[in-house]
T-cell receptor
Framework: GAVVSQHPSRVICKSGTSVKIECRSLDFQATTMFWYRQFPKQSLMLMAT?????????EQGVEKDKFLINHASLTLSTLTVTSAHPEDSSFYICRLEDSYNEQFFGPGTRLTVL | GQNIDQPTEMTATEGAIVQINCTYQTSGFNGLFWYQQHAGEAPTFLSY????GLEEKGRFSSFLSRSKGYSYLLLKELQMKDSASYLCAVRTSGNTPLVFGKGTRLSVIA
């Protein structure tokens, strides 16, 4: 069964609004979660690494004030897209890793900003 | 910088075998991963190689040569459902984030 869930799976919002995406680990405690963005026909692009109890580490070019990440517990990390614009429309995916190097992706969230 | 190369697209026939290559030039190496991604879905883990050699898992096998910076994913007895993108990803050290290739879009035809 699925070990990572994401909510919502799909969201459509108006330009200027904020959207929160949740990533939950269902079967194990994840001290680190990764957030990716994927545009159509493009590869996964790492946005940030989310560490439980500390500030996230953002990749170069990713605005930390626009993409707020909160990893408040070992089973939940949230990504908030603030003041979303059409160019933020993308597929957002979280990834967790267990102690055996096995990787688990969430099912993804399709964001469409009108 | 980190560089991972894979062919952009491949086409193969149902029932056949296809090999998807991946070459990498990275600052370090601590494992290579292969994922399958169907359109509109999240990637699914297929395999992990950290030592040289072949790892077999059912119809899928993955090979690694660290000295050559080279890996391939071998898919046997192709089925139509194998039509997807296949992503090669490298971890450069410890628990650093994976570096992903752009993916290879495989089309399986009858």
């Amino acid at each position: 069964g699925a070990v990572v869930s994401q909510h919502p799976s799909r969201v459509i919002c108006k330009s200027g609004t904020s959207v929160k995406i949740e990533c939950r680990s269902l079967d194990f405690q994840a001290t680190t979660m990764f957030w990716y963005r994927q545009f159509p026909k493009q590869s996964l692009m790492l946005m940030a690494t989310s560490n439980e109890g500390s500030k996230a580490t953002y990749e170069q070019g990713v605005e930390k004030d626009k993409f707020l990440i909160n990893h408040a517990s070992l089973t939940l990390s949230t990504l908030t897209v603030t003041s979303a614009h059409p160019e933020d429309s993308s597929f957002y995916i979280c990834r967790l890793e267990d102690s055996y190097n096995e990787q688990f992706f969430g099912p993804g969230t399709r964001l469409t900003v009108l | 910088g980190q560089n991972i190369d894979q062919p952009t697209e491949m086409t193969a026939t149902e029932g056949a075998i296809v090999q998807i290559n991946c070459t990498y030039q990275t600052s370090g190496f601590n494992g290579l991963f292969w994922y399958q991604q169907h359109a509109g879905e999240a990637p699914t883990f297929l395999s992990y190689n950290v030592l040289d050699g072949l790892e077999e898992k059912g119809r899928f096998s993955s090979f690694l040569s660290r000295s050559k910076g080279y890996s391939y994913l071998l898919l046997k007895e192709l089925q139509m459902k194998d039509s997807a993108s296949y992503l090669c990803a490298v971890r450069t050290s410890g628990n650093t984030p994976l570096v992903f290739g752009k993916g290879t879009r495989l089309s399986v035809i009858a």
